[in-house]
């Protein structure tokens, strides 16, 4: 290999680590699960809020506002999502130096909705968010699960990109870097990912066919893509443009928020 070459590959892959870490942080940071934070001003006091939208079944949601004048209240409204509830009413409490309330737990995949009223001492109030907060209740999945359901997506994410760019300046590993992806990201979404879903959520799929989760739906797309472009690599040499399409599949995927349209309980129907 040329000076050039290998110049070329380390250009490439990191690259491929920019672009897949760009892509995380832009997941996590706008995917349903990611706690709302952020502070406002209120009363002439600057108020900081963190609002959790994922918690473990087994454990109540803390939600924390901090502020420094002792003089300002709060209180969350709240009740279980797709419920017939009635909205309650709870008060925060001072603990800490900050103010404190906790959500009951739920069951896997229950959701509760909330929003948090400030008072003043003269009863001002205003609330903190335009839209109520939805928060989802989910199973402790192990360690030994999770962590390589991590890594392996991860790796497929960065296979894809670097992959994509191995088509695209005709690099003789393209065809080896598509086994690779194709392989990762089978290890990471189809083989682990349920099984992280089934501790969570209590269900291995909820994909098509049998529900519309777009983090089921969309691992099968981009599995689908690779596997497409492994074929048509094989079946021509010419065939490049199957796996930059695959790579931008897999990176559009990638960027769908993390759990929308997830697993949730219906508690009308629970109700009936």
Same mark, same amino acid.
């Given at each position: 290999?040329? %000076?050039?070459?290998? $110049? ?7 690259? !491929? @680590? ?6 995380? @942080? ?16 209120? %009363?002439?006091?600057?108020? =900081? ?6 918690? %473990?079944? *087994?454990?109540? /949601?803390? #939600? ?18 797709? =419920? ?41 109030? #205003?609330?903190?968010?335009?839209? /109520?907060?939805?928060?989802? +209740? ?15 997506? +991860? ?13 695209? @300046? ?11 992806? *194709?392989?990762?990201?089978?290890? *990471?979404?189809?083989?682990? *990912? ?5 501790? !969570? +959520? ?20 981009? +599995?689908?893509?690779? @596997? /497409? ?14 796996? #930059? /399409? ?12 993390? =759990? ?8 009308? $129907?629970?109700?009936?």
């Amino acid at each position: 290999m040329s %000076n050039n070459t290998k $110049q070329q590959a380390t250009l490439l892959w990191v690259l !491929a @680590v920019i672009v897949t870490l760009s892509s995380v @942080v832009y997941q996590r940071k706008t995917g349903p699960t990611y706690p709302v934070t952020g502070e406002l001003e209120f %009363n002439g006091e600057i108020v =900081s809020y963190h609002f959790p939208r994922s918690q %473990n079944t *087994g454990e109540n /949601a803390e #939600i924390v506002l901090t502020s420094n004048d002792p003089s300002i209240s709060a209180e969350v409204t709240w009740k279980r999502f797709k =419920s017939h509830d009635q909205w309650q009413k709870m008060p925060f409490t001072a603990m800490d130096g900050a103010l404190k309330a906790e959500l009951p737990s739920q069951p896997p995949a229950g959701k509760i909705t909330y929003g948090v009223t400030l008072i003043s001492a003269s009863g001002e109030t #205003i609330g903190i968010t335009e839209e /109520a907060i939805i928060i989802r +209740f989910k199973g402790a999945v192990p360690a030994h699960i999770l962590i390589p359901h991590i890594l392996f997506m +991860f790796s497929a994410m960065l296979m894809a990109t670097r992959t994509g760019l191995a088509a695209y @300046v005709e690099s003789p590993f393209a065809l080896r870097y598509t086994l690779l992806t *194709g392989l990762f990201l089978m290890m *990471g979404g189809l083989v682990l *990912g349920p099984i992280v879903q089934k501790y !969570a +959520f209590d269900a291995y799929w909820t994909g098509w066919p049998w529900g519309h989760d777009l983090t089921d739906n969309k691992t099968a797309v981009a +599995f689908l893509a690779w @596997v /497409a472009a492994y074929w048509r690599h094989r079946k021509t040499e010419n065939a490049k443009v199957w796996i #930059i /399409a695959a790579a931008f599949i897999t990176l559009a995927v990638y960027l769908i928020p993390h =759990s929308a349209l997830g697993s949730e309980l219906d508690y009308t $129907q629970m109700e009936q």
